[in-house]
């Protein structure tokens, strides 16, 4: 298993960035799948991004606007999230399938008009 913690949440404008990140309690070279997901108010957790040795792969509503990266030097997954919008307000989630999912306590995220 590894522990996750996220940070980077916080209150920004719409078309404004942010950049969350993940740290693991170990190293995560083995660890292949990590990534993100987020949990709207009222709504089911939601897939965004993921990243593994091969290959990245985002949510439609995503794509385009924000970029997943990991850094096995410092076992660290990031999440850079550029022109966001209001519909973007969610909790976030990190996890990695250490082979079972492993999942942060969650960033805040909230996009004012």
């Known amino acids: 298993q590894v522990q996750l913690v996220e940070s980077g949440g916080g209150l920004v404008q719409a078309g404004g960035s942010l950049r969350l990140s993940c740290a693991a309690s170990?190293?995560?070279?083995?660890?292949?799948?990590m990534g993100w997901y987020r949990q709207a108010p009222g709504k089911q957790r939601e897939f965004v991004a993921s990243i593994s040795s091969l290959s990245t792969n985002y949510a439609d509503s995503v794509k385009d606007r924000f970029t997943v990266s990991r850094d096995n030097a410092k076992n660290t997954v990031s999440l850079q999230m550029n022109s966001l919008k209001r519909e973007d307000t969610a909790i976030y989630y990190c996890y990695a399938r250490v082979p079972n999912l492993s999942w942060g306590q969650g960033t805040r995220v909230t996009v004012s008009s």
């Open positions: 170990r190293s995560i070279l083995s660890i292949n799948a």
